[in-house]
């Protein structure tokens, strides 16, 4: 059996289940910090692409922590592949650096971009390219707007978008609404009232299409 379980919490914070029983969380949030329920779940792994408050609450998720390790390695079964960006427009000078990850299991792709904040040559960006998922952060102030987001999304083509890091009702952090990413790329998009969302290669191909949950697990509006 093939496929994968995504759930979403909210910001940055994505939950994988694979086929095996696998579970990897990447870049958690305590919930409260941000203006956003908490979201606890049991992982095996945590995947943090960098040390920002908003990213790293491993706590929240449990598991082995991997924390912004870059190259190819393993987390059971599945596969893992680290690059590190920059998590703004001045080479890092202002935040430092991001890792995004491309993690393959149960016969898909995922890429999660962490907090980039620029948008690199699009060979710097060759190892995502074709990805079934592409989660990216929208929102701009700490990382790319939804003009740059788009534009990352154009050059990989991904299958699905997922977008991360913009502003939901309650929220402190002051980040754009998901309006602004959707009237930019222009590309069709689903919105999706279960938390949990099950995908089974292969996923359709033609131009990508944004995923958006009504909802996070924990409840939170996605949508004002």
């Not at 910090?33 to 995947?47: F, I, W």
């Not at 987390?75 to 000078?93: F, I, N, S, T």
């Not at 149960?106 to 620029?118: E, F, K, M, P, Q």
């Given at each position: 059996m093939a496929g994968l379980?995504l ?8 939950v994988i289940?694979t ?8 870049d958690?949030?305590?919930g409260?910090?941000?203006g956003l329920p ?6 095996d792994y945590t ?7 908003d990213?790293?609450a491993?706590?929240m998720?449990?598991g082995k922590?991997?924390?912004?390790r870059?190259g190819?390695f393993?987390?059971g079964p599945?596969r893992?592949?680290?690059?590190r960006y ?7 000078r ?10 393959e299991?149960g016969g898909l792709r995922?890429a999660?971009l962490g907090?980039?904040?620029h948008v690199?040559?699009?060979e710097a960006?060759?190892p995502?390219r074709?990805v ?14 939804a003009?740059?987001?788009s534009?990352?999304a154009?050059?990989?083509a991904?299958?699905?978008?997922v977008?991360?890091?913009f502003?939901m009702p309650g929220m ?7 309006s602004r990413?959707?009237?930019?790329a222009?590309?069709?998009?689903y919105?999706v009232?279960?938390?949990s969302?099950?995908?089974?290669p292969?996923?359709?191909g ?6 958006i ?5 924990t ?6």
């Amino acid at each position: 059996m093939a496929g994968l379980s995504l759930e979403w919490c909210g910001h940055s914070y994505l939950v994988i289940r694979t086929p095996d029983g696998v579970t990897l969380a990447v870049d958690p949030h305590d919930g409260g910090s941000v203006g956003l329920p908490e979201c606890r779940v049991q992982a095996d792994y945590t995947l943090v692409t960098h040390r920002h408050f908003d990213h790293d609450a491993v706590e929240m998720s449990g598991g082995k922590a991997v924390i912004a390790r870059t190259g190819e390695f393993r987390l059971g079964p599945v596969r893992v592949m680290g690059l590190r960006y920059y998590h703004d427009r001045a080479q890092g000078r202002l935040r430092g650096t991001t890792v995004a990850y491309l993690i393959e299991a149960g016969g898909l792709r995922v890429a999660h971009l962490g907090d980039i904040g620029h948008v690199p040559p699009p060979e710097a960006l060759e190892p995502f390219r074709g990805v079934d998922v592409l989660a990216l952060p929208v929102g701009g102030t700490y990382t790319i707007d939804a003009v740059e987001a788009s534009r990352i999304a154009e050059t990989l083509a991904p299958k699905l978008v997922v977008p991360l890091h913009f502003w939901m009702p309650g929220m402190t952090l002051p980040l754009d609404p998901l309006s602004r990413f959707i009237n930019n790329a222009r590309l069709r998009h689903y919105r999706v009232d279960v938390a949990s969302i099950e995908l089974e290669p292969p996923l359709p191909g033609g131009r990508p299409a944004i995923l958006i949950p009504e909802k996070t697990p924990t409840g939170a509006r996605v949508l004002p």
